[in-house]
């Protein structure tokens, strides 16, 4: 009996899922089963292995960083292939694409667009194709290019290259013959996902198990008869061809006719590749145990063939040596027909960075990192460890379960902790280890026991930093908590999920993740807002006379001073702003907020929304969704029966009358003791209030009233839909309309007027004494987003403050280290910015160093890369 029939027979009987008789032969004229058979994939120790794969190894590298774990790179892989050179390509996420020739692995960054998953890979004679983020790319020479795909209005999902024409498919499938792109459209059909062709011979496959055939110059439907949608094609000439789909889907064209295989598996078959008709792959995603499965054709019968240890493939393509298939965590191998040659992968994710010497993350992984790259450690447990420092001599390590570790070398002892809690954060300091926990405790460990310290929350704490003889945390709930040095206090609100960092107690950081990330400093005595000149939503305006205050997304209060801006975290997303000549007021949708010398001073909770607000030297006073009316007296807010069913839509007043607007109709004015209400004579709704000339003008959804003794006015307005409105003693006016336009008139004037912003949602309006108009809102098509008319022109001013930052740490005092998409910078606390690199993918997280610049990074994806930045030493 040969080796290759033990193999079957071995198999068989270890699955329980072939027949031990071998069943009759599969020919192509009858479709059948292709034998009996499970899921497939499981019990690695059952793949055939024949040596490994030598020609793969080592890390991939690009001109300012090497992936160090692992190798060649933390990428799962979604396309691969060889180009005219022999060179072999392959692409995915968690990397920029790789590239294998005889000086190694690296990642051309030139001309690649920013990060973004490679989708598909496409070779001719000194060309590599790639669909990249939704784009189409070229590499020839030693730089890519990205080349307009049409017009399409959806992002290609597959891609296939002829010596003659490139083609995409998606919702539709197009074609480029070098003249322009053509669309071959099918009616009925779509959308396509996979693509392969011999020739100019080209097939397509989709939705409702759709197939079409280009041949000379047209599309031929072949229908199959399955309604499942296909999503891999392989031919072993354009006269035979396999194409899979979801449910197990296997079909085999063959003299113009299609047969129908039953895996027996629920598996989508998302690859297909050969050496010939006789050894065929088919590579399945079971979603049900989200595992890849593997099945083999022998020209008879389809088996399943168990995957190698260490590889968890995402496709397949082939070579004159066999058949490739790479995936998760940079494992590859290649089928012979007979057996594997492998490379294994490490598809556990880091999650943390410690002094550039020690890793830890999913499901028990731990790193001892060195100039030679990276060992794995067995610390004997199988949970996820999250967090990882060096206390003392020892090595500790937190982790799920109430996981703490210490030692090192090759071994690690576990410490007792309370309870089954998560441990996320760990951090040195001199009064012993910080252990934070995901019910809001944290431990403090002095080597010999570990005790609870009283804390100020319930939110999991995901950062500790200890600075000097100081200690901060932040949690999951974006509160940052500080150590009195008896217990932790709860310290201020931050953006997002805050982590985190320094080098001392005047130079703390803090990086706060959510839709974007927020970046402030403390310098030990307040904290700021790294400006990032991105856009923003403006919410509200407000001066004193001199400086000026504009509240923001993402609840954030920029502070004009005459001379520059400092933008520091609010915590609330501000509706309107006021100065009463003392203090700045602001109003959230149930708390008044005091805001004095650069800080919250007092808080006012409110038990109805709030919707307008005025603040003079008389007073404050707010309006509320139901329709009263509140004043802030020494015990907090005190409120009056309503007088209108509607909400408050604003307030203004001038020498000594105070007036309020309600959305169902009414003009309010305050009297000596209280507060009356007089029906406006319109249909229309009131938007707007501003006092003028001893009475009011309001700005309304049907145009301009003035309310003046008694009596009332149509004004003339250059909109009829009125959104903002200003207006100074003079009669000079400033209106908003709901088409978005801003426009400067005079009141008792009327015509002419002038357009100072045509297309811009405006959420506040706001002029100071020296006559300047500010006004802001939603970001335009450029961004834009606030706008400052000085009487002659119009000029822009960018407030905002996220930035897309995954990775961040010390870089040196009064200096971070940030990564922006695939870009690494160092960042001033000012907002002085300078690129020092390019790496090859987005970080998640940068190794936290004591005493020296960090030199490692993890992937938002995996793997632990070095960086080589062209900053110079200092």
């Known amino acids: 009996m040969n080796a290759r029939l033990l193999f079957v027979l071995a198999l068989a009987l270890a699955t329980g899922a072939c027949s031990c008789s071998e069943p009759p032969a599969t020919r192509p004229d009858d479709g059948g089963e292709g034998g009996s058979g499970g899921a497939g994939g499981g019990g690695g120790n059952l793949a055939p292995l024949c040596g490994e794969l030598n020609e793969v190894e080592g890390r991939a590298c690009s001109p300012t960083s090497c992936w160090i774990f692992p190798e060649p790179a933390p990428m799962e892989v979604r396309a691969g292939g060889f180009d005219s050179e022999g060179r072999l390509w392959i692409g995915g996420l968690g990397s920029a694409p790789l590239r294998l020739d005889e000086h190694g692995w690296s990642t051309p960054l030139e001309g690649l667009p920013s990060v973004g998953a490679v989708l598909g890979l496409g070779f001719r004679e000194g060309e590599v194709w790639a669909v990249y983020g939704g784009r189409l790319l070229r590499f020839a020479g030693e730089s890519w290019e990205e080349v307009d795909r049409g017009p399409f209005n959806f992002s290609p999902t597959a891609l296939w290259v002829t010596p003659r024409a490139v083609w995409l498919a998606g919702h539709e499938v197009r074609r480029n013959d070098g003249t322009g792109w053509e669309s071959l459209l099918v009616a009925g059909f779509g959308p396509f996902d996979a693509l392969w062709g011999e020739g100019e011979v080209v097939f397509a496959a989709g939705a409702d198990g759709a197939v079409f055939r280009w041949q000379d110059g047209s599309w031929e439907n072949l229908p199959t008869g399955v309604r499942r949608t296909l999503r891999s094609i392989w031919g072993n000439s354009s006269n035979d061809v396999w194409f899979g789909g979801d449910g197990g889907t296997l079909l085999r064209w063959v003299e113009d006719t299609f047969h129908v295989y039953d895996l027996r598996s629920g598996a989508s078959i998302v690859s297909i590749a050969g050496s010939g008709p006789d050894d065929v792959l088919a590579l399945g995603y079971d979603a049900s145990v ?65 002094d550039d010497r020690w890793a830890v993350g999913e499901r028990g992984l731990v790193l001892r990192l060195g100039e030679d790259g990276a060992e794995v450690v067995d610390a004997g447990v199988k949970v996820d460890l ?41 951090d040195r300091s001199p009064h012993g280890l910080w252990i934070g926990a995901d019910d809001g405790s944290i431990f403090l460990a002095d080597g010999r026991s570990v005790v609870q310290t009283p804390s100020a929350s319930v939110w999991p704490i995901v950062s500790i930093a200890s600075v000097g003889d100081e200690a901060w945390a932040s949690t999951q709930g974006g509160e940052v908590l500080r150590w009195d040095g008896s217990q932790w206090r709860y310290e201020r609100s931050a953006y997002g999920r805050p982590l985190l960092f320094g080098t001392g107690p005047a130079d703390l950081w803090l990086l706060g993740r959510g839709a974007g990330s927020l970046l402030e400093h403390y310098d030990g005595e307040s904290w700021r807002i790294v400006p990032q000149n991105t856009s923003t939503t403006i919410h509200a305006i407000a001066s004193n006379g001199n400086e ?27 509706r309107a702003l006021a100065h009463d000549g003392q203090d700045l007021w602001v109003l959230a949708e149930r708390h008044l907020i005091r805001w004095r010398s650069s800080r919250v001073e007092e808080v006012f909770a409110s038990p109805s929304t709030l919707t307008a607000l005025f603040a003079d030297g008389g007073g404050v006073w707010v309006g509320t969704f139901d329709g009263s009316i509140g004043r802030l007296e020494a015990g907090g807010l005190v ?19 105070l007036w309020a ?27 707007a209030l501003r006092a003028y000339g001893g009475g009011v003008l309001i700005g309304t959804s049907d145009g301009l009233l003035q309310h003046l003794d008694g009596d009332w006015y149509g004004r003339w307005s250059p909109v009829e839909e009125i959104e903002h409105l200003w207006v100074d003693d003079e009669g000079r006016a400033v209106v908003t309309g709901s088409d978005g336009s801003v426009h400067l008139f005079h009141v008792e004037e009327g015509l002419p007027s002038s357009t100072l912003r045509e297309s811009f949602i405006v959420h506040a309006l706001h002029a100071t004494p020296d006559g300047r108009i500010w006004f802001g809102g939603e970001p335009g098509e450029d961004g834009g987003h606030l706008y400052r008319f000085d009487g002659e022109g119009v000029e822009r001013i960018d407030l905002g403050v996220l930035a897309s930052v995954g990775g961040a740490a010390p870089w040196s005092s009064g200096e971070a280290l940030v990564t922006v998409g695939d870009s690494l910078r160092i960042v001033a606390p000012d907002g002085t910015t300078r690129e020092v690199g390019r790496v090859p993918w987005s970080l998640d997280s940068i190794s936290r160093r004591r005493g020296g610049r960090p030199a490692l990074a993890a992937g938002s994806d995996g793997g632990i890369l070095r960086l080589q930045t062209t900053e110079p030493a200092p």
């Open 290 to 354: 989200r595992k890849p499965v593997l099945f083999h054709f022998d020209g008879r019968l389809w088996r399943p063939l168990p995957l190698p240890d260490g590889v968890e493939p995402r496709a397949l393509w082939t070579s004159p040596e066999g058949v490739w298939m790479a995936g998760r965590g940079g494992g590859m191998a290649v089928w012979t027909g007979e057996c594997f040659r492998v490379h294994p992968g490490e598809p556990r994710r880091v999650l943390a960075i410690e």
């Open 386 to 426: 999250r967090a990882v420092a060096v206390f003392g001599n020892q090595v500790w390590i937190a982790g799920d379960g109430a996981t703490l570790l210490r030692g090192g070398d090759q071994k690690f002892e576990p410490v007792y902790v309370p309870g089954n809690r998560n441990l996320l954060a760990l």
């Open 661 to 687: 607007i309600s959305a169902d109709g009414y003009l309010l004015r305050r009297d000596e003791s209280a507060w009356r209400a007089e029906q406006v004579p319109t249909q229309a709704e009131l938007r």
């Open 548 to 574: 000026v205050w504009v509240a923001h997304t993402p609840n954030v209060l920029h502070h004009f001073d005459g001379h520059g801006w400092t933008p520091r975290y609010l915590g609330w997303r501000a």
């Open 639 to 657: 409120f009056d029966e309503p007088l209108v069913d509607g909400p408050i839509r604003a307030f203004d007043g001038a020498g000594g009358k």
